[in-house]
């Protein structure tokens, strides 16, 4: 799940920031390892963009944490793009308020066809910047073994990266990798990446000065999971940034998301038909108590 709409998913509102994944499995010895680093890397990024092309859909539970506090959410997947619906705030059940407030929403945009154009326009926006973020991981980093992990299914091959001086970024979104260096796991059978954590090593300017600068020691992490239908997904990521933007606003970026309870949805579901499963959740939460 590391591009395009699937990959986006988790990652829509920080299409911008770019990278990937972390933490620690338990370590053996260094792999015997039967290519190159770098051409793993890029079987693995192959692979992922491949897998873009499974039509498959999901209703899951998204869970995020910021400085405001937390919200958990079930979103589903539609033709028309992801959809979402409160299910808790502050690690409390959402009031009859917060509901209301928020069905309004969805009804708003059920009834509004430039809204839902809009709704589809920005997710295939964000998840065009994710594909040119993975697309350019191969070239933008160079790449060594460090060692290996034991995963579930076998073991995991570790690699170290730092940025590649001969890269030019292809687009502004990857600029950012100019600066970073970190860890990436990844499935050598499978060829999956498994988690990547990537820090800023020193500071960046995005947009030519004008946008937004992040300071020296930002991180992102992000995890996938190998689920029980053989499916891999996100089902973890934070961020950590801070940075200034038109030169003078304060960006303080700091946020821990997980993803979990994945259940096939039908596919080709409509937006209506979409929200009609999302609100049905909570009959099928309740005659499970």
Known sequence: MLSGMRFAKPLLTIAALG????SGAAQTAPPAPAESAQGLVRKVIDRELAAEEKPLQYLYRLRREGREGSWIRDIIETRDGLVSRLIATNDRPATTEERAKDDRR??????????QRKHKQRQEKDAEQVRKL???????????????????HGELARLKFRPNPDFEPPSRETIIYKSMEGTMVVEPRDLRLVRMDASLIEGVTLGWGLLARLNKGGRITLEQSLLPDGEWQTTRMTLDFTGKAFLFKTIRIKQKQSITDFRPAPTGLSLAEGIELLKKQDTAVAEKK
């Open 106 to 115: 969805l009804e708003h945009l059920l009834t509004h066809p430039d809204e």
């Open 134 to 152: 993975l697309r350019a991981l191969p070239d933008a980093f160079l790449y060594e073994y460090d060692g290996a992990e034991a995963g579930p």
């Open 19 to 22: 990278l990937v994944a972390a």
